[in-house]
């Protein structure tokens, strides 16, 4: 696992930025796993930025967003999918059928999640999955307590990261209280993983991450089992890991 430690928010945003540009550049239909949250939008904005100063394409590029709140239509201000689209999507030359959203509304979420492994089959796999982590450890949504094994998973939010999210929200109870994930398993499949964390609140988290053994109470713990892992955090966010 590889951690760099940056100054600040800015600086891991841009040293994100330049590796999945590079990576762009050298395979222009990469295939993206995007996450949504506060840590990657710095990200966003640069590659928005990178993309307006003709460094980046993205018309060959797919993408597969991680996770969404169970009954959040895509129309809702805190559904993921409004999130990507007005972070992200509605900024760079993507096209719309190249974009991977789960509908957390969907009639039949079986479906929906099952559909969505079998695209991500289609399409060879994700090649570079980006990550935000919860202050608890998750990735994705997939909380302490996951089964490694899940390709997808619809989950029961804990607590904590109720509490955690519902400052995006109007009130708490206007939380969704479950998620549909990627799981682990989907998250580990992928080619390359970049984690981006900021803040002192996210400080424990990575902690863990890096120095406990892999347990799936820590679920970002799992990381040090694969081979191609880039840990981007802001000094923060690093204050309790040892050089
Ligand atoms: C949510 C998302 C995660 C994200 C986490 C951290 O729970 N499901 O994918 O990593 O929030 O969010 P933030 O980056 O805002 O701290």
Redesign the pocket.
């Known amino acids: 696992m590889k951690v760099i430690v940056a100054d600040d928010y800015q600086e891991m945003s841009k040293i994100a930025s330049e590796i999945i540009t590079e990576e762009i550049i050298k395979k222009p239909n990469i295939v993206l796993g995007l996450?949504?949250?506060?840590?990657?939008i710095g990200l966003y904005d640069n590659l928005i930025e990178n993309y307006n100063n003709e460094i980046v394409d993205f018309s060959s590029v797919s993408t597969f967003n991680?996770?969404e709140y169970l009954g959040l239509n895509p129309e809702n201000e805190n559904s993921?999918s409004y999130f990507m689209w007005d972070k992200l999507f509605s900024h760079i030359n993507v096209k719309k059928e190249n974009v991977h959203l789960l509908k957390g509304d969907a009639s039949d979420i079986q479906k929906e999640m099952n559909d969505y492994v079998k695209a991500i089959k289609e399409c060879h796999g994700i090649d570079v999955q980006v990550?935000?982590?919860?202050?608890n450890g998750?990735?994705?949504?997939n909380e302490p307590g996951t089964d490694f094994e899940k390709l997808i998973d619809l989950v029961d939010l804990k607590e904590s990261?109720i509490n955690?999210?519902s400052r995006l929200f109007d009130n708490i109870e206007d939380v969704p209280k479950k998620?549909v994930?990627l799981g682990i398993k989907s998250i580990m499949n992928a080619k390359k993983i970049i984690l981006?964390?900021s803040g002192e609140?996210?400080q424990d988290a990575i902690y863990k991450t890096i120095h406990s053994e892999v347990t799936n109470e820590v679920p970002s713990t799992i990381l040090n089992l694969h081979h191609d892992v880039t840990i981007i955090v802001d000094k923060k966010a690093a204050g309790k890991i040892k050089c």
Do not use: Q
């Open positions: 996450a949504t949250g506060t840590s990657p991680l996770d993921y990550l935000g982590i919860g202050s998750h990735i994705g949504f990261t955690d999210n998620a994930s981006l964390a609140k996210k």
